[in-house]
């Protein structure tokens, strides 16, 4: 029904009304003379009924015979709409012309998207794929997938595997990242474990190569925790890699200041410009403002991007000034340096006793004194001299 | 016994539709009769339609050859009418056969 719908309307119908005479002759007639009628209605003794273009060229005479005026109701379809235009060349040259952008501008990538990336950024997958000649605006079959596949993932080494899906106007860059492996314990050149700080060892095990200290021996920076020298049943000596774990009990002292006046930047004013980007024509908006930092908002729709942006250029013009800060605003800021300080020492060690102290004058002092478990043993590498005999 | 005003069918009637009804054939396939389908009191397709004997919005009768079909309903619409198939829509309310 659609179908034929479309058809009468592509090849034009005429609604039409008629009056007095005999509407059954009229219609008996119409079918004699093979005049196809449809949606016959019949209301207060007025009847109203399409016909297709050459029907109604015949039914005057048929409506003639039954005595009937016919009145044309209206006419539809492509070819009276045409007819109605048809001076307007202008409308005619434009629905052309917006026929053959959307069928040029249709075999064009205009989104690009990257999916299944973690650790390397979308902009470096994007890049390459723009150097190899994925970009915005060029013809999706000219694309060769294999070969730009192949060539992206050779110049990608953190990736191991991508693929390339062109729908309509959207290319999909699918991509899977390597794994780092572990990296493997060298063996081959033979190391000292010493000790990384002063203390007095709490825990000593060692896995490879011999004990030089025992529990409960104060060690200082430097000393020799587990040789690499083992001493064979036959008593000559072999070198090895040593390895073990030292545990001592340590003390630290972490300090940090914080003056009550500071010297920083402040935002003066900021001026804004934008740049409306259509696919792959950039179009500015008003005067550009110069090193600036731009943000740029695409439009999504069910997903994908389309080639319409809007790109915002910011510049903040900053002052140098000198703010005088409050005693709480110095403590507080003392605090964020101390534990900022504390927090990169402290992640591999566990702390017995601690005692922090807050010195509040000219600024603030944040100081802290802890005693510690930790690991401190460190590889060192041997120094062999071999003796020619 | 049969009632008289039944008993309008000629002899070659008769035999024509005793044979079809043997062989199980379509009856308006063998003794040319219309082929009447309704859907629901909404529309019906009349096959064997040779003209329009009375046409308005609350009657529509059809010559279908042996039979006058008069379809009687409201805001009655021939839908589309060709190669001997009329569709009528509307609201059917009564359909009845007059020779």
Redesign the interface.
Known sequence: MLLLRFLRFVFGYVGFTAQGGF??RF??LC?HNKI????????NGV?SACVDREGYKKIRPVARKSGMRVRIRRKYGLPFFLARHSRRVGVLIGACLCAAVLLILSTRIWSIDVIGNVRVPAETVLGVFEELGVRRGVAGSRINISATEIEALRRLPELSWLNINISGSAALIEVRETVKSPELAENGEPTDIVAARDGQIVILRPFNGTQEQKIGNPVLKGDLLISGIEQNKDLTVSFCKASGYVVARTNREITAAQSAKIKAKKAVSQNKSYVLDFLFFSIPLGRQVEDAYSEKSELYINGVTLPVGLTERTQTVYEETEINLTQSQTRLLAQLRFFKNSSEDFRYLQVEQSEITADEQSGCTVSGKFTCLENIGLERPMQIEEINQ | MRKKNCRTQGRGERIIEAVSRNLDLPPDAVAGYAHIELCGNREAIIEGCQGVLEYGDSVIALNTGKLTVRICGCELTIASMQNGQAIIKGIITSLDYRN
Do not use: Q
């Open positions: 509407p059954e219609i008996n079918r196809i009628l449809w949606e016959l209605k019949s209301r009847i």
